[in-house]
């Protein structure tokens, strides 16, 4: 069984359309992210949940909105799509929140905007 | 922002031979971790070293860590053709409450 599952792993879509990415988690873990991956392999965290409670909402437009229905899901739905939101986007979760936690990752679904 | 920074961005070695690859930040740290990341997957967890520690192994991988030059390098020793992939380190600075601040990654290739 897969850890963190996402999907879908590759979305491709029009300027302007709404679309969500689902991930959801079997390991147990209090706590779950949403990474943007650039063209460069930059990793820049988006959001992040404890236990459903938003945590950390770093500078993302508010296009971008993550809802987490229980612990175990995260999902992030993007309004009015942009060129510039193409990506590869990564969901990951950790036992908790706080020091020394190591993230697991979902395979990462790819955004193309056209 | 960015906080880690690999360095090589690119590494190409044969089969056999060792691989070192090193990461530098700018703030105090609690922890640094390792990832690596195959090809079109996610980034998978390979070894943390806190800020009081100045090496620690896993098979293959050492890790060192120097707070004072605020670096830290990742060895794999007798790399295999399966070690192709990204490298990335994340820091857990004090003061970016417990976020993970990535560099931007080593690509390894590892020549049969």
């Avoid at chain 1, 879908?8 to 706590?31: A, F, R, W």
């Avoid at chain 1, 706080?98 to 697991?104: A, D, H, R």
Wanted: aromatic letters at 8%; hydrophobic letters at 30%; one cysteine or more.
């Amino acid at each position: 069984d897969t850890a963190v599952s996402q999907t879908p792993k590759y979305l491709v879509t029009q300027m302007g359309n709404d679309k969500s990415i689902k991930c959801e988690q079997n390991l147990g873990h209090d706590t779950m992210y949403w990474y943007k991956q650039d063209s460069k392999k930059f990793l820049k965290i988006m959001f992040s949940y404890n236990n459903k409670e938003l945590i950390i909402n770093e500078t993302v437009p508010n296009r971008f909105s993550p809802k987490s229905p229980d612990k175990a899901h995260l999902n992030l739905h993007i309004n009015s799509l942009e060129l510039g939101d193409s990506a590869v986007y990564f969901c990951a979760s950790s036992e908790k929140t706080g020091m020394n936690e190591k993230l697991f990752f979902g395979s990462g679904t790819q955004l193309s905007v056209l | 922002s960015q906080q880690g920074e690999e360095d090589p961005q690119a590494l190409s070695i044969q089969e056999g031979e060792n691989a070192t690859m090193n990461c530098s930040y700018k703030t105090s740290i609690n922890n640094l971790q390792w990832y690596r990341q195959n090809s079109g997957r996610g980034l998978v967890h390979l070894i943390l070293i806190r800020s009081n520690e100045r090496e620690k192994h896993s098979g293959r991988l050492r890790v060192t860590l120097d707070t004072s030059k605020k670096s830290s390098s990742l060895l794999i020793t007798a790399s295999r053709a399966a070690d192709t992939a990204s490298y990335f380190c994340a820091t857990d600075g004090m003061d970016s409450n417990y976020q993970l601040i990535w560099g931007a990654g080593t690509k390894l290739i590892i020549k049969p």
